[in-house]
């Protein structure tokens, strides 16, 4: 591998093409050593630069490659953190490639920019409306179903508008209903709400009425189905919250309630009371501390066994709803 590519940035809210872009770069590297990279992946929030530096420095044990995966970089604002990364920039340490990610484009440091080169930096913008619609209907299209608009809008409601949550629950969508089918906008809402299996969307209704009991009895029956692991949890979870916070700073705004339900593009009347009902259960200082305490716990289900990741889901429950996502805790 050439020194180009030691250092990538990769911006923009478009999570699935990311995915991809790193799968790529992955399995270049592999065809390249003639096996697979060490994989190694840190939290700007709760990860020093230094520690993150010195892994891609360190000899791997089981490959002679490593990989660096940085995510919130938006966060790295002090000097010191700037400084070793420059440093490191102009001398990589061979054999180690380190890729920095953000959601955000116009917050990133602009020294830090500097630091990539151009070819290197790649912002991955969220697709246009009409594209996430023709991205459904097409990927459907191609398993022999047919969906229904009214369907189609309702999925686009639910789910994170990136390509790497509109592939996974069209793919459970695809499986359930199978070829030749037609699904229409009752089926859709039938299985994210009334069917017997829980989902991540009835996990968010419990836990917007702030019930935890009934939020850790849906907990545990995704866990025991095995249909849903930790990570794709909270990231159903944080797409959710995240249109809560939008909702509540519009309602504090003094939009009424359907001015600021038609902002954030949710028109299904069972969605739409399941998040007045969390308006008046959570403020939004709550809310945000809520959005960081998933973070925090993304990167710990990400770095631990998953044998732990019940008890971490667990405590994460209680940390939300009891304690409003704030609270001083180490694990």
Same mark, same amino acid.
């Given at each position: ?106 917050r990133i440091d602009k020294r830090l920019e500097k630091l990539v080169p151009k070819e290197n930096k790649v912002i991955f913008w969220e697709l ?72 991540? +969307? ?6 917007? /009425?702030?019930? &935890?009991?009934?939020? =850790?009895?849906? @907990?545990?029956?995704?866990? !025991? ?71 925090? +716990? ?6 631990? /066994?998953?044998? &732990?990741?019940?008890? =971490?889901?667990? @405590?994460?429950?209680?940390? !939300? ?11």
């Open positions: 591998m050439s020194k180009n590519d030691s250092l990538y940035l990769l911006l923009g809210p478009e999570e699935g093409d990311k995915d991809a872009f790193v799968e790529r770069l992955i399995n270049r590297i592999s065809k390249s050593i003639g096996q697979a990279p060490e994989i190694h992946r840190f939290y700007s929030f709760d990860s020093e630069v230094s520690e993150v530096l010195a892994a891609l420095r360190n000899g791997a044990l089981f490959s002679p490659y490593r990989v660096a995966l940085l995510r919130n970089i938006e966060l790295l604002t002090r000097k010191r953190d700037l400084d070793q990364l420059s440093q490191y920039a102009m001398h990589p340490a061979a054999q180690s490639t380190l890729v920095m990610f953000s959601e955000e484009i116009g246009f409306e009409n594209q996430k619609m023709g991205w459904i209907l097409n990927y459907f299209k191609k398993r022999d179903i047919r969906i229904d608009p009214q369907a189609s809008s309702f999925l686009l409601e639910m789910v994170e508008n990136n390509t790497r949550e509109l592939k996974d629950i069209c793919e459970k969508l695809s499986i359930f209903f199978g070829e030749g089918s037609e699904i229409g906008y009752a089926d859709v809402e039938k299985i994210l709400y009334h069917s017997k299996d829980e989902s991540v +969307f009835t996990l968010f209704d419990k836990i917007a /009425g702030r019930d &935890l009991e009934a939020s =850790l009895e849906v @907990l545990a029956k995704l866990l !025991l189905s095995g249909e849903a692991d930790a990570v794709s949890l909270l990231g159903g979870l944080l797409f959710q919250i995240r249109k809560l916070r939008s909702l509540k700073l519009l309602i504090e705004k003094r939009y009424s309630p359907q001015e600021a339900f038609t902002r954030v593009k949710i028109s299904s009347k069972r969605t739409q009371k399941i998040y007045c009902a969390a308006m008046q259960q959570y403020t939004l200082q709550e809310i945000r501390a809520i959005v960081q305490l998933i973070a925090r +716990f993304d990167y710990r289900v990400r770095s631990l /066994g998953g044998v &732990l990741h019940p008890n =971490l889901l667990q @405590l994460f429950l209680y940390y !939300l709803i009891v304690n409003g996502g704030s609270g001083s805790f180490r694990f």
